[in-house]
């Protein structure tokens, strides 16, 4: 993965963290999901972003939500092993867990000067 897509996804974690500090569960989640779409193709960085996406929904007794990343934790490994990852997808239970969202103007553009500097 390409070092500016790595470093706008630990931008987005952060911008996430404070927001989850501070109680701003919308901005927190925005960013949370934008991170995902991000770090989805990466492994640790995939589990990382349901991971805080779990304590988000756990800081908000959100109990659907709690679930769904619980799902998603347990799915992440094997979307990796099949390839079964759908672009775009925010992560959140808000979407389905095999959704094709499309991505935003700003992290596409990311996402394919990283998918061509790796060729």
Not at 2 to 25: C, G, L, N, P, V
Not at 28 to 54: K, N, P, V, Y
Request: aromatic content about 8%; glycine content about 6%; proline content about 4%.
């Amino acid at each position: 993965m390409y070092s500016d897509t790595i470093r706008a996804f630990h931008a987005e974690i952060k911008q996430a963290m404070t927001a989850r500090r501070r109680q701003q569960w919308q901005q927190a989640w925005f960013h949370l999901e934008r991170a995902h779409i991000l770090g989805q193709q990466d492994f640790i960085l995939h589990m990382h972003t349901h991971w805080q996406m779990l304590k988000l929904a756990a800081d908000q007794i959100n109990w659907l939500e709690v679930r769904g990343q619980l799902l998603r934790l347990i799915l992440t490994p094997v979307g990796h092993l099949t390839g079964r990852l759908p672009l775009g997808n925010p992560g959140s239970s808000r979407y389905s867990v095999l959704e094709s969202v499309p991505v935003p103007d700003d992290l596409q553009a990311l996402l394919e000067k990283s998918e061509q500097d790796q060729r």
